[in-house]
Every structure is written in C-alpha cells, then in structure tokens.
C-alpha cells in the first residue's frame, strides 16, 4: 500500500520549499511549532484525512516592523520567526506556506483553512497588513484570494 499521508505531506514539503538546504527559511522542528503555537494557537493548521494529513498550513501573526524588515531582504524567513515577540499586539500576518496532496488540490482545502486562521487570529490581533514570499502560481493566487476576502493589503517580499 502507499506510504500514509504525513510521511507523503513532509516529502511534499522538502521537495517543493526544499528548506533544509536553505538556512533562509524557517524548518519546521518540535522546537519552531512550540514558538509558533505561543505566537498564536492558528499558526499551524491541518485537515486530515482516515489516513492522516491531507492539507497543512503555516502562518505567522508578527509587527509591521518585522514585516518590513522581511520583504526589504534585512531579515530572512527564520529571522522573521526569531525576531516576532512573543505576547506582542500583532497587526501583520505572513502567509508563510501551504501544502495539499496532489489528489486533494483544486477543491479549496488551502483557502479554508487559511482563512480559518485569519479570522481566528483577528480575533485576538487588529490585523491590517497580509504578506508573503512566492513559491509557486498556486501561493499567489491563495495570497490575493486571502488579501481580497480580508480587505487587507497585500505585501511581497520579491525572490
């Protein structure tokens, strides 16, 4: 039988952002998920599936001086995560990543759940600002999806 949905949804995720060979962005360890969930309990969102996961999220409440540190290329994406203070009055997302197994995509899983996020975290945050580093067509298009249902501007930190 195929392999289960979570060793399939990590390879996904090395393969596509390839992050363990680029110190630039953030690499997601026990240690990143515990910063994360005390940074905000949305940060990290799945769907699964009888056999695990199918879809999975990341997304990063911070400042907007953080935020401009990053798309102007002064901090890199593992910078942004260091330098987000924890317990702060956050008014920035960064729309970080998002992965769908391929026999799951076009059905909007990504969109549900970032969007679940969003208006979680804004619960708690007066968020004003949405941005993001592009990886593929597919990110852009969740990014300006998200940015136009919020009504938030849309920043990008350029390749």
């Given at each position: 039988?195929?392999?289960?949905?979570?060793e399939?949804?990590?390879?996904?995720?090395?393969?596509?952002?390839?992050?363990?060979?680029?110190?630039?962005?953030?690499?997601?360890?026990e240690?990143?998920?515990?910063?994360?969930?005390?940074?905000?309990?949305?940060?990290?969102?799945?769907?699964?599936?009888?056999?695990?996961?199918?879809?999975?999220?990341?997304?990063?409440?911070?400042?907007?001086?953080?935020?401009?540190?990053?798309?102007?290329?002064?901090?890199?994406?593992?910078?942004?995560?260091?330098?987000?203070?924890l317990?702060?009055?956050?008014?920035?997302?960064?729309?970080?990543?998002?992965?769908?197994?391929?026999?799951?995509?076009?059905?909007?899983?990504?969109r549900?759940?970032?969007?679940?996020?969003?208006?979680?975290?804004?619960k708690d945050?007066?968020?004003?600002y949405?941005?993001?580093?592009?990886?593929s067509?597919?990110?852009?298009?969740?990014?300006?999806?998200?940015?136009?249902?919020?009504?938030?501007?849309?920043?990008?930190?350029?390749?």
């Open positions: 039988m195929s392999k289960n949905n979570l399939r949804m990590i390879k996904l995720a090395e393969e596509f952002f390839e992050a363990k060979s680029d110190p630039l962005q953030i690499t997601v360890t240690e990143t998920m515990e910063r994360l969930r005390r940074i905000h309990p949305a940060t990290m969102t799945e769907k699964t599936d009888e056999d695990g996961p199918i879809a999975w999220m990341l997304l990063i409440p911070t400042t907007h001086e953080v935020m401009q540190k990053f798309i102007s290329k002064k901090i890199n994406e593992q910078q942004l995560l260091d330098a987000t203070p317990g702060a009055n956050y008014d920035t997302i960064y729309l970080c990543s998002a992965l769908v197994l391929p026999e799951h995509r076009r059905k909007g899983l990504a549900e759940l970032v969007s679940k996020a969003i208006s979680s975290i804004r945050h007066p968020i004003k949405l941005f993001y580093w592009p990886f067509n597919e990110g852009n298009g969740l990014a300006v999806a998200m940015a136009k249902k919020f009504k938030l501007p849309l920043y990008e930190r350029k390749s």
